[in-house]
């Protein structure tokens, strides 16, 4: 049977480490034949992304601030010259002040709003225009979103405005490039004890009550999110655009603390 990515290329920003999103997303379409590139931020996450690029056998390795348009700029250079196409770009990157991500949401400051702002939501629209101009027979967009951006989530403050954000411009990508064939969908992941979760306060609470009051009563990995990541990359999600999908163990339909759930 071929396998589901054959033959296509993409690329993979947001990789710091092997607990990164990314990295469940990277696996879960290198083993079904996908062809990879990596962007990292800052000189300092170099010697931890090649070697994981190359247990995934790739060798394309760029270095990119989203912050930097320069930077993006040349990312797509780079690839342009290597690859001349691309099929899909995961864009699994966020960032915000972690000490706004505690207290008070009414208490951010512009100068981390706009960084914030800059950073999670603009930058996916920022790489999809770049990425949609080396995909001429159609292409796969996804970014990562959380449910702070619909219900208020202790702590996730700004974050849950930038993703809010963020969801919007989904849609309103979907819509433009749906007419050149591409597709721009979100995976709405549940909480994951990764690098940039940790800067969020209380998270481990947050993770343990997600674990005791979501319909599959457990919290979900990073492989879980790389396989739905998978159908949305593939031919699977052909159909599917504008789309945030929760991938959540179900926690986003929950109303109330579950009757079986122990204080916590
Ligand atoms: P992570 O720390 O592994 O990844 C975050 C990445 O963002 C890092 O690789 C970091 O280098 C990158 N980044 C930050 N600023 C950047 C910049 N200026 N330029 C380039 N890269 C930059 O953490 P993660 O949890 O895997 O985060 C990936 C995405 O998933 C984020 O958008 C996050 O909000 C989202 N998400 C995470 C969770 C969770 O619980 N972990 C849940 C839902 C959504």
């Known amino acids: 049977t071929t396998k589901l990515m054959a033959g296509k290329r993409g690329l993979i920003m947001g990789l710091a480490n092997d607990k990164s999103i990314a990295w469940g997303i990277a696996k879960a379409v290198a083993e079904q034949g996908a062809?990879?590139?990596?962007?990292?931020?800052?000189?300092?996450?170099?010697?931890?992304v090649e070697p994981l690029a190359a247990e995934v056998g790739s060798t394309e390795i760029v270095e990119c601030d989203v912050a930097d348009e320069a930077s993006l700029d040349a990312l797509f250079a780079h690839l342009e010259k290597v690859w001349g196409k691309l099929d899909f770009v995961v864009h699994a990157i966020g960032f915000s002040d972690k000490n706004e991500l505690r207290g008070r949401y009414v208490d951010t400051s512009s100068a981390n709003f706009r960084m914030t702002m800059d950073?999670?939501?603009?930058?996916?629209?920022?790489?999809?225009?770049?990425?949609?101009?080396?995909?001429?027979?159609?292409?796969?967009?996804?970014?990562?979103?959380?449910?702070?951006?619909?219900r208020v989530m202790p702590h996730y403050n700004v974050m849950g405005v930038a993703k809010a954000a963020l969801e919007a411009s989904v849609r309103y990508i979907a819509e433009d490039l749906g007419k050149v064939g591409i597709r721009c969908n979100a995976i709405s992941a549940g909480p994951i004890k990764t690098l940039a979760a940790s800067g969020i306060g209380d998270f481990r609470y947050i993770l343990k009550w997600n674990e005791l009051n979501s319909p599959l009563r457990r919290n979900v990995s990073q492989d879980e999110v790389g396989k739905s990541a998978l159908y949305l990359l593939s031919d699977l999600g052909s159909g599917v655009t504008g789309e945030v999908h929760h991938v959540?163990?179900?926690?986003?339909?929950?109303?109330?603390?579950?009757?079986?759930?122990?204080?916590?």
């Open 248 to 264: 959540d163990a179900g926690y986003h339909l929950v109303g109330m603390k579950a009757v079986d759930a122990p204080d916590i």
């Open 119 to 150: 950073i999670s939501v603009y930058s996916f629209t920022a790489v999809c225009r770049r990425a949609a101009a080396l995909m001429p027979d159609g292409g796969s967009l996804l970014t990562l979103t959380y449910y702070g951006a619909e």
């Open 35 to 48: 062809e990879l590139a990596f962007s990292y931020q800052g000189e300092a996450l170099k010697k931890r």
